[in-house]
């Protein structure tokens, strides 16, 4: 884990360093993470995700590791799972 992960979990969850293993927070996610998270969900790649978004690839990159931060996880596959399982995909 970097440190900025460290600093976003902390951040989030000071008591524990992360989150309840039972629940994503997925109303902590920013608009941007939700989208990208949304694009990963129908299976798109870091550079087709950066190209629709008119970003680049290490942006994509970077929201996803501050979305797995906040979830808890540590794969997209994870992420994207998390949001299914508590009911707030969309």
């Known amino acids: 884990m970097s440190a900025s992960d460290f600093r976003v979990r902390f951040a989030l969850y000071p008591s524990a360093g992360g989150p309840p293993l039972d629940e ?3 109303s902590a996610l920013t608009a941007r993470e939700r989208e990208i998270l949304d694009l ?11 190209a629709q978004l008119w970003i680049s690839p290490g942006t994509v990159r970077r929201h996803l590791e501050n979305t797995y931060a906040k979830l808890g996880v540590h794969t997209r596959t994870a992420a994207v799972a998390r949001l299914r399982r508590t009911g707030t995909a969309r």
């Open 40 to 50: 990963v969900a129908e299976g798109r790649t870091n550079k087709e995700i950066a």
């Open 24 to 26: 994503a927070p997925a």
